[in-house]
């Protein structure tokens, strides 16, 4: 069974930073993987796929690496700022197995960007 | 275009009470899942479906039963609902081929007293 990790389960820092969240999976079989946002009480947005033949892509502000091999990802927000307060989930998409095209998800990233 | 909408937002039970939940989806998708988000335990497959009149289950699919009569609406139901279903549904849709991406719903959170 694919499992996903995030670290770290939370992050607190000033504005203006770079930082990096990371995501890993034990399966290297995966067709893709998503980023997805989630404020509090709120619904997943989806931020960056990156298809397993690719190793990053980017929004603005956001790029995410993929190294499907080791079996890990990482998002970077560049000059954070307290909008990006929110919770930011991992979620691969298994290349094998019986369960169509779900996805399997991490724990998530809490992070606080303070003024 | 309204995505992935969600009915109701917010539901409270008491114990051994039913309900449907009802997702709907504008985007002519064939995927459509149904996903618990629970504190410290991450989003969880109840049930899924890969197209009109065709369902299965996830890994957590007990207490739960589904339908998709129509392409665009999933329904989630619970026949006797448990405090232990306290919880945060999602429901998501996807097109059939895999390399796209998932969308989401607002979500509905359900209380069970």
């Known amino acids: 069974k694919q499992e996903v990790t995030q670290i770290p389960a939370a992050l607190s820092v000033p504005e203006g930073e770079n930082l990096v969240l990371n995501c890993s999976f034990t399966d290297s079989a995966i067709y893709n993987l998503q980023w997805f946002r989630q404020d509090p009480g709120k619904g997943l947005t989806s931020l960056l796929l990156i298809q397993s033949s690719q190793r990053e892509q980017t929004s603005g502000r956001l790029n995410a690496s993929l190294d499907k091999s080791s079996g890990r990802s990482t998002l970077y927000i560049a000059a954070s700022q307290p909008g990006d307060s929110a919770t930011y989930l991992c979620a691969v998409r298994p290349g094998r197995g019986s369960t169509l095209g779900r996805l399997y998800f991490g724990r998530g990233t809490q992070l606080t960007v303070w003024p | ?113």
């Open chain 2, 1 to 113: 275009n309204a995505g992935v909408t969600q009915t109701p937002k917010f539901r409270v039970l008491k114990t051994g009470q039913s309900m449907t939940l009802l997702c709907a989806q504008d985007m002519n998708h064939e995927y459509m899942y149904w996903y618990r988000q629970d504190p410290g335990m991450g989003l969880r497959l109840i049930h899924y479906s890969v197209g009109e009149g065709t369902t299965a289950k996830g890994e957590v699919p007990d207490g739960y039963n589904v339908s998709r009569l129509k392409k665009q609406n999933f329904l989630l139901g619970l026949e006797s609902a448990a405090p232990s279903q306290t919880s945060v549904y999602f429901c998501a849709s996807s097109q059939r081929e895999l390399y796209n991406e998932q969308f989401f719903g607002p979500g509905t959170r359900l209380t069970v007293l």
